[in-house]
Each structure stands twice: as C-alpha cells, then as structure tokens.
C-alpha cells in the first residue's frame, strides 16, 4: 500500500522526538516511535541511551490498553533491529504482538539488520509500508549512515573567524599567551552543546600548544567527547590540559605508544600523519563522529582530503588585520543565520 499524508505527519512526530536522543546514544542511531489507532496516538517513545531499551518497545509498553496494539500501526523512523545485542530484536517483538500494519523511514545501514527486520516483520503476516521521509530519516542518523556506508567517522569541520578572515592573531608577534574571543558567549555554548552531540573532537598539535584547550563539554549538560590530537613529532607534554585523564583521550604518535589510565596512543609512521589513517583508525574504535575544532592547518587538511561532511563557520564582527588565516570553503552555505553581532555559516559536502 502507498503512503497517506498522515503517515508523515506521524512519522515527522517519530523524527521529532528521535532527535531527543542526540548525545545520548552514541553508537547507536536516534529513533522514535508511535503507536496509532483511529487517527489516534496511543503510545510513543524514543531510544534515550545507549544500552537502553529501543524506541519501539518504548512506545509499546506506553500503550494504556495492549489489545489496541493488534488493531494499530506503528511508525519508526529507522527498520526495527533483527539481531541480539543488547535488547531482544524488536521486529520478532512486532510480529509475536501481531501489529498488523508497520510504517518505516528508511532502511537500516547496519549489516547485521538492513532489511532483515522488515523480512520477519512480513513473515508474520503485516503489512510494511518504507520509504515515508525517508530523506529526513535518513538525514537525522547521517553520523550513523555515514559510519556504516562509507566506513569511516561522520566528520564535522568548525572554527570562528574575524571579519577579515583571520582564526587568531600571530601569538608570537603580539605576545598573548591566550587566544583573543571571535565569538560571544552564545556562540560557545552553542559550541558546548555541539561538542555534547558527537563521540570525539579533534585539535591540531600547535592548537594543542598554544591554546591548551580541555576539548570537553563545560557550558552544556553532556558527555564529553573522545579527545582526538596529532602529536607526530612528539610535542605534546605531561601538564597540557588534554593530558589530565578527565577524559578518553586519542594522541596518534610516531614513538611513544604506552597507553595508560584514559590515554590511549596510537602509532603511526610518519608518512602515514594523514586525514584517512586517522578516521580509519577512528572508525576501528567504533567512533562514529569527529567534531574537528581546529586550528587552520588540520582543518585545511581535512578540506584537501574532502573527508568532511559539515562545517559550521562563525564570524564575529572584530578585525585582526594580520594572523592566521581561516581555511576557506569552496562552495556556498546551506544555510546562514546572524545572533547578537555573530554570523553562522552552515555548508554541506556533496549530497549530505
Ligand atoms: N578561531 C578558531 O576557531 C580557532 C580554533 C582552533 C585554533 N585556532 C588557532 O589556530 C592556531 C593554530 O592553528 P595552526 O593551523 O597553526 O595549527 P593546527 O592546525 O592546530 O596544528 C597543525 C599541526 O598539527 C600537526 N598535524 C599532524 N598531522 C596533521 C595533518 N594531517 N594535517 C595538519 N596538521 C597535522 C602538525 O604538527 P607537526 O608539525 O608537529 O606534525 C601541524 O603543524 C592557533 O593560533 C589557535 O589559537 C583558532
């Protein structure tokens, strides 16, 4: 059977609350589900966390009156699992209730599901209708499809620049110790809130250095992210900040390789310092997304290698006039949005 218009009204409601899950799943993808009986939503739910109970099964306890649940239709905006991970499959769960009609977003990427559930769900008898904003479906879990389809981190490119197109001023030419504010205050949190979003964030060796950031989440609730850094020619040292075992911690090296509390080194030749060897090695960690922060030199590197699926470019409204130069996008933004004197510049790689 076709879809109807109100399947994507329901399905825009399983989108709607998926999304809720974002930061909180980590490897797993963001779904929600609805229940509907005559026009009606009886249940709902989402998946919260990882490790937790899936969207389905969610929204199927919440139904106040199980006998409904043969006489529904349940809509998930991702294929319902065929496997045993943590949870039992939830397309066997479907067809033992006897939901006779199923309405999914979009196809699983997983290996170990893609399109296995929709055959068990079938087996019993239902009817399945895919493919209902399945653009958007597969648009929210893009980490998760980009992961599984290409093998590789979904990869996030981010840095504020001046107006006139600078990332930061020549530190050893004016002598601060700190690096000077692009942006204001909302714009960092947003930054914290974004950072909460993805399994890692990655610095340059010489952002490391000069800036002695945390790469954590402080101004959002969250979880922090995998610390990613280069550390080729063994420049990085004990009392930098990254090194305080806060947080997992990646440094990729050529020489020293012993890991220890929550720093993990990972050896490299040198030859091999380069944007693919880093996302396979991250991919080999089950990290699903890299959040990149910087500075010009790791950014421009991932642009040559045309490894990037985002970037979200802030400009503040000061002048340097000299320093280090902002990489460049050679394309248009997606979108573009200004907030208390900071502009926001979206851009999308190919067909994200
Ligand atoms: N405004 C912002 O959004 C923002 C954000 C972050 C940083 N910054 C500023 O950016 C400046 C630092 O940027 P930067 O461009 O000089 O340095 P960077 O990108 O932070 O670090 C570059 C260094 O990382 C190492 N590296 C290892 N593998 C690499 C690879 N594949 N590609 C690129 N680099 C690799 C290299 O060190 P080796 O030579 O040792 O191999 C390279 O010289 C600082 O002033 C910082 O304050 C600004």
Not at 166 to 176: A, L, P
Not at 194 to 213: F, K
Not at 258 to 286: H, Q, T
């Amino acid at each position: 059977m076709t879809p109807s218009a109100r399947d994507e009204v329901y399905m825009q409601r399983c989108l709607e609350l998926a999304r809720k899950g974002l930061g909180l799943t980590r490897q797993n993808p963001l779904v929600g589900s609805v229940l509907v009986y005559n026009d009606r939503i009886i249940g709902e739910g989402y998946h919260h966390e990882y490790g937790g109970p899936h969207a389905e099964v969610i929204a199927i306890r919440s139904v106040a009156d199980p006998s409904l649940l043969k006489k529904s239709t349940l809509y998930v905006n991702l294929e319902p699992c065929a496997h045993y991970g943590k949870t039992p499959p939830c397309s066997l769960m479907i067809k033992d209730i006897g939901i006779p009609r199923i309405v999914i977003g979009c196809e699983d990427a997983n290996p170990e599901v893609s399109g296995k559930g929709i055959t068990i769900i079938k087996s019993g008898g239902a009817e399945v209708v895919t493919g209902v904003l399945e653009r958007e479906s597969r648009f929210l879990n893009r980490r998760f499809f980009t992961f599984h389809e290409k093998k590789r981190p979904f990869v996030i490119l981010k840095w504020a620049e001046t107006l006139d197109g600078f990332i930061d001023r020549n530190r050893d030419e004016c002598g601060e110790a700190s690096p000077s504010w692009i942006t204001n205050h909302t714009a960092r949190m947003l930054v914290h809130k974004w950072r909460s979003e993805e399994i890692s964030i990655m610095a340059g060796t010489d952002t490391v250095l000069l800036d002695n950031p945390e790469l954590n989440v402080r101004e959002w609730p969250g979880i922090n992210p995998v610390r990613v850094v280069p550390d080729k020619n063994g420049r990085l040292f004990e009392e930098l900040k990254i090194m305080d075992d806060s947080s997992p911690t990646i440094i990729f090296a050529t020489g020293k390789t012993i890991s220890s509390g929550k720093r993990e080194y990972i050896r490299l030749p040198a030859e091999n310092f380069d944007i693919p060897v880093f996302l396979e090695e991250l991919y080999k960690r089950n990290i699903l997304s890299v959040f990149v922060e910087g500075g010009a030199k790791l950014i421009e590197s991932f642009i040559i290698s045309g490894l990037w699926d985002e970037t979200y470019v802030f400009s503040g409204n000061k002048k340097f006039i000299s320093g280090v130069k902002a990489p460049a996008i050679n394309s248009e933004p997606i979108e573009k949005f200004e907030f208390r004197g900071s502009g926001l510049r979206i851009y999308h790689n190919r067909d994200l």
